[in-house]
T-cell receptor
Framework: DTAVSQTPKYLVTQMGNDKSIKCEQN?????MYWYKQDSKKFLKIMFS???????INETVPNRFSPKSPDKAHLNLHINSLELGDSAVYFC?????????????FGEGSWLTVV | AQSVAQPEDQVKVAEGNPLTVKCTYS??????LFWYVQYPNRGLQFLLK??????LVKGSYGFEAEFNKSQTSFHLKKPSALVSDSALYFC?????????????FGAGTRLFVKA
């Protein structure tokens, strides 16, 4: 069973479109994250939710909006896609917000905006 | 503010030789430190972590890391490299006192192991 699963794995779309990436974890974790990995492989936190409550909201454009319907799901919706949004987006989860918690990553969603 | 640095973009070693991937950190208090590995087109996988206790931490796939507080380092090591160890390695730090809920990742070091 996949612990953190995200769909779609690959997404090619045109500028200006709106798209969503879905994420689900079956680990029973309380905390979920969205990370963005750019073309240079640099990994940056975007958002984090703990028990459906937003706890990290980094400086990202308002076009990016996370939604957590329950603690096992964290979806990412992106409006008016731009070329610079092309990246790999990783969903992740951890047991809680404790500093010693290991983060478990999904396999990534490769977004290409053309 | 917490930060982490991986001074080498890439490390090349021959199979069978020992390998070291370097990491240094900066936090206001005692750090929690992690190593993750990313294989091509995959997500990051946890290797090991230091929270407290013994400075030498052993992890998955024969990797270990040594916490050195005076040098603020947490280098990843393996006694004998395998070709299959070739991947991108990320060091990460969490400041349990001043870092909020964030884990900060280094820029990554690409390891090449030649047969």
């Amino acid at each position: 069973d996949t612990a953190v699963s995200q769909t779609p794995k690959y997404l090619v779309t045109q500028m200006g479109n709106d798209k969503s990436i879905k994420c689900e974890q079956n680990l029973g974790h309380d905390t979920m994250y969205w990370y963005k990995q750019d073309s240079k492989k640099f990994l940056k936190i975007m958002f984090s939710y703990n028990n459906k409550e937003l706890i990290i909201n980094e400086t990202v454009p308002n076009r990016f909006s996370p939604k957590s319907p329950d603690k096992a799901h964290l979806n990412l919706h992106i409006n008016s896609l731009e070329l610079g949004d092309s990246a790999v987006y990783f969903c992740a989860s951890s047991p809680g917000t404790g500093s010693g918690n290991t983060i478990y990553f999904g396999e990534g969603s490769w977004l290409t905006v053309v | 503010a917490q930060s982490v640095a991986q001074p080498e973009d890439q490390v090349k070693v021959a199979e069978g030789n020992p390998l070291t991937v370097k990491c240094t950190y900066s936090v206001s208090g005692n750090p929690y430190l992690f190593w993750y590995v990313q294989y091509p087109n995959r997500g990051l996988q946890f290797l090991l972590k230091y929270i407290t206790g013994d400075n030498l931490v052993k992890g998955s796939y024969g990797f270990e890391a040594e916490f050195n507080k005076s040098q603020t380092s947490f280098h990843l090591k393996k006694p004998s490299a395998l070709v299959s160890d070739s991947a991108l390695y990320f060091c990460a730090v969490r400041d349990p006192y001043g870092g909020g809920f964030k884990t900060i990742f280094g820029a990554g070091t690409r390891l090449f192991v030649k047969a």
